[in-house]
């Protein structure tokens, strides 16, 4: 089994910033084999994708936060980060990370709130 624990979310007005981690724990054989994301889910909305890291080195993010945050992983402590700037009321949501092994099981943290004022 894998636990994830993220940490960082907070309240910001809007323009700020904020950085989320994410601490990977347990079962881990090759933390630089899994792929490692950052997903959000605002009150009432689905579940959606912010960014991902590949094991093999791509960052991909969606477009409503392309250029203002940045995913980043350090495999040997086992943890992810997502630096978020230019923060947006619309940004408001609970984020979660997320992490893919090779074999194809997913695990979840347990989400950190987010609130960005306007």
């Known amino acids: 089994q894998v636990q994830l624990v993220e940490s960082g979310g907070g309240l910001v007005q809007t323009g700020g910033s904020l950085r989320l981690s994410c601490a990977a724990s347990g079962t881990i054989f090759r933390f630089s084999g899994y792929a490692v994301g950052w997903y959000r889910q605002a009150p009432g909305k689905q579940r959606e994708l912010v960014a991902t890291y590949t094991r093999g080195g791509t960052t991909n993010y969606a477009d409503f936060v392309k250029g203002r945050f940045t995913i980043s992983r350090d495999n040997a402590k086992k943890t992810v980060a997502l630096q978020m700037n230019s923060l947006k009321p619309e940004d408001t949501a609970v984020y979660y990370c997320?992490?893919?092994?090779?074999?194809?099981?997913?695990?979840w943290g347990q989400g950190t709130p987010v609130t960005v004022s306007s």
């Open positions: 997320n992490i893919g092994t090779p074999g194809g099981r997913n695990y």
